[in-house]
Nanobody, 125 residues
């Protein structure tokens, strides 16, 4: 059983930055691809970014490309989401997730087996 715990969310003004972290335990972190998703009130969960098991491949949604960067440190069992130039429309609960398809960066929710509880990000205008 893999457990994922996100942290780093909070309240920030538009144009500001935050770095989210997600620490994994209970599995072989370096074998999983990792993804970040977000869900705003009343909306469906949407893909944000993903990274392959070794960190050599990343993929981001068009809405965050150029502003958000996903990275990982396998020695620390941690995946990060650096968020810059934040906008009010980035306000959501952010979730990290683990996929057994380690070499594949995927935006499909169904490809992810384990999920964290989420961390709230609020961007004020």
């Amino acid at each position: 059983q893999v457990q994922l715990v996100e942290s780093g969310g909070g309240l920030v003004q538009a144009g500001g930055s935050l770095r989210l972290s997600c620490v994994a335990s209970g599995g072989t972190f370096s074998s999983y691809a990792m993804g970040w998703f977000r869900q705003a009130p009343g909306l469906e969960r949407e893909f944000v970014a993903a990274i392959s098991w070794g960190g050599t491949r990343t993929y981001s949604s068009d809405s965050v490309k150029g502003r958000f960067t996903v990275s990982r440190d396998n020695a620390k069992n941690t995946v990060y989401l650096q968020m810059n130039s934040l906008k009010p429309e980035d306000t959501a609960v952010y979730f990290c997730a683990a996929s057994f398809r380690g070499a594949v960066v995927t935006a499909r929710i169904a490809d992810y087996r384990y999920w964290g509880q989420g961390t709230q990000v609020t961007v004020s205008s």
